[in-house]
Antibody, heavy 118, light 110 residues
Framework: EVQLVQSGAEVQKPGAAVQISCKVSGYTFTDYYIHWVQQAPGKGLEWMGLIDPEDGVTIYAEEFQVRVTITADTSVDTAYIHLSGLRSDDTAIYYC???????????WGQGTLVTVSS | QSALTQPASVSGSPGQSITISCTGTGSDIGFYNYVSWFHQLPGRAPKLLIYDVSQRPSGVSNRFSASKSGNTASLTISGLQGDDEGDYYCVSYTTSSTRVFGGGTKLTVL
């Protein structure tokens, strides 16, 4: 069974940074891209970026290119997203997702709530 | 990359059919046959309904169907049921190799 398990909720101050992990199991980690999706409270889904765990190549949405870094550690089958310079509007649930084709994201993490507050 | 355009809300009665549109541009929906649709319930992760414009993953009801014409993709739900309520999102691959979501559509079953 494919599972994506994310790290727990975070509370951070404005200007700080946060890193969320997404540990996968049930398939070969390097076979599928990992995508990260943001959902602010009461808002829609926003694609942030992806990583190909096989070679570490990343692609970011323009809005997130400056403050977001996505990495993957194949030794522990885990992807990470690092968001720096946190602002109040970064308060959101962050999901990791994966699947065998371009947009066939049939496996999602449970989501990680990040709250940015002074 | 601007978000794809979806109606904010749609509604229908049990047993009826509804269609949700998702309009993009020639740089996303109009260029590739890579459009997916997701259903999200409050407090839950999205669930994949459709990928590659019209393909249903195993386990998804055949009441869900989808298509594309030009720059617009569409999701049709037939035989509406109460548990179809929730938010629906489209997503497309783009010519920049990025992915872009629609703004989401809230479905209410009357």
């Amino acid at each position: 069974e494919v599972q994506l398990v994310q790290s727990g909720a975070e509370v951070q101050k404005p200007g700080a940074a946060v890193q969320i992990s997404c540990k996968v199991s049930g398939y070969t980690f390097t076979d599928y891209y990992i995508h990260w999706v943001q959902q602010a409270p009461g808002k829609g889904l926003e694609w942030m970026g992806l990583i190909d765990p096989e070679d570490g190549v990343t692609i970011y949405a323009e809005e997130f290119q400056v403050r977001v870094t996505i990495t993957a550690d194949t030794s522990v089958d885990t992807a990470y997203i690092h968001l720096s310079g946190l602002r109040s509007d970064d308060t959101a649930i962050y999901y990791c997702a994966t699947g065998p084709r371009f947009l066939q994201w049939n496996h999602w993490g449970q989501g990680t709530l990040v709250t940015v507050s002074s | 990359q601007s978000a794809l355009t979806q109606p904010a809300s749609v509604s229908g009665s049990p047993g009826q059919s509804i269609t949700i549109s998702c309009t993009g541009t020639g740089s996303d929906i109009g260029f590739y046959n890579y459009v997916s649709w997701f259903h999200q319930l409050p407090g839950r992760a999205p669930k994949l309904l459709i990928y590659d414009v019209s393909q249903r993953p195993s386990g998804v009801s055949n009441r869900f169907s989808a298509s594309k014409s030009g720059n617009t993709a569409s999701l049709t739900i037939s035989g509406l049921q109460g548990d179809d309520e929730g938010d629906y999102y489209c997503v497309s691959y783009t010519t920049s190799s990025t992915r872009v979501f629609g703004g989401g559509t809230k479905l209410t079953v009357l």
